[in-house]
């Protein structure tokens, strides 16, 4: 069946970095509409049979109740993405989700699971499907690692993630990526 793409709400615009360099909504009310949205819209790809619109809503409603606060949703939808992702192939979606789940995890206060997902990830996303994600891979990784009071290996991974985004040329992805790095010197320094 072919995979019609149903409008989901960009919250981008409705988060902020907090001073651990974490994703929290501006707009707690937006985000409760835009779940609820993809919720329904989940319901109807479930009937229609459409397993690619149920694999990206599951990802987008798990990363969505990530930065809500909802993180026992996260974790389960995001499984389920990976679930999914494994089951239709998808390594490109398996990955993406695997960093989602791993932000989810390191949310809920398991640094060192998140860490090691992370780092599988990165690792994986070198070459090949899935290797567009290797920069979100390393920065990811990188954030977890400041997390986790680890501000040098921090730097390392934060610089390598700034290499690639720099070839890339995404002005929102290099300012993350400094402010990272930035937060990651000035713990190294103490």
Request: proline share 2%; glycine share 8%.
């Amino acid at each position: 069946m072919t995979s019609q793409k149903p409008a989901l709400v960009d919250l981008s615009p409705y988060t902020i970095f907090d001073e651990h360099l974490r994703e929290v909504p501006t707009d707690l009310t937006v985000f409760a509409g835009a779940i609820r949205q993809a919720e329904k819209q989940l319901k109807q790809a479930v009937s229609d049979g459409d397993d690619a619109a149920i694999l990206r809503l599951h990802g987008y409603i798990g990363d969505a109740c990530r930065v809500a606060g909802r993180l026992d949703e996260a974790v389960e939808y995001l499984g389920e993405a990976i679930r999914l992702s494994r089951r239709t192939g998808n390594k490109r979606a398996e990955a993406a989700n695997r960093i989602r789940l791993a932000e989810a995890k390191k949310y809920q206060g398991e640094g060192k699971v998140a860490e090691r997902m992370l780092q599988e990830v990165a690792g994986e996303t070198r070459v090949g499907k899935g290797a567009d994600l290797h920069h979100f891979a390393l920065q990811h990784w990188g954030k977890c690692l400041l997390d986790q009071g680890k501000p040098a290996e921090a730097i390392s991974v934060l610089e390598k993630a700034l290499a690639l985004r720099e070839a890339l040329g995404n002005e929102g992805w290099l300012r993350s990526t400094r402010m990272a790095l930035e937060r990651a010197k000035k713990k190294s320094c103490r």
